[in-house]
């Protein structure tokens, strides 16, 4: 008798709400609906956003692993044609980073490398791109390091015989011939 009278109580309530206006199963439809747009809107925001964070800290811890490995090799030996047993040229060096820090597979020589991704001006390269060189002056790439940031390359040197940090200026400015991304 007691549920009976609480169902009761329950149905005159909602049917007087219903009956002033107060509870319109339109009207309920129509705000769960907006709700609902509003929750799509607001996790389609959260998805762009947190998508574009996770690409960019993806290739920024990309580019750091490349500076790691580079980094590590300083003072390696330099022998033209070495394959980075103990000493590197130029091209097995950036062939070695990539391959240690990104299990990437790039091409061996330096005119190859140099095709291996998109053009760059100076301007454009962020730390872990490509710098590539005509040294010979023959119209050819014939030298290449890796971009680190403040307008330094790392490479394998011919001329200190080691693997070691430059200025992109003055003579290796005048030998640039651009820059490469790879990422």
Known sequence: MKRIKIILFILIFSSTLFAK????????????????QEEAQKVNTTVKTSTRKTTSNKEKAMRRAILDVAFSKLGTPYIYGANGNGAFDCSSYVQYVYKK????????????QAQAGKKAT????????????????????????IYIGDNQFVHASS????????E????????????????
Do not use: C, W
Request: proline share 1%; net charge positive; no cysteine.
């Open 101 to 112: 820090s990104l299990n990437m597979d790039l091409p061996r020589v330096s005119y190859q």
């Open 159 to 166: 001329g200190s015989k080691k693997v070691i940090i430059s």
């Open 21 to 36: 206006g107060e509870i319109s199963f339109k009207r309920q439809k129509e705000k769960v609906l907006q709700e609902q």
């Open 122 to 145: 100076v301007r454009q390269l962020k730390a872990g791109d490509l710098v590539v060189f005509d040294t010979l002056g023959k119209n050819r790439i014939s030298h290449v390091g």
């Open 168 to 183: 992109l200026e003055g003579y290796y400015a005048q030998k640039f011939e651009y820059g490469v991304k790879i990422l």
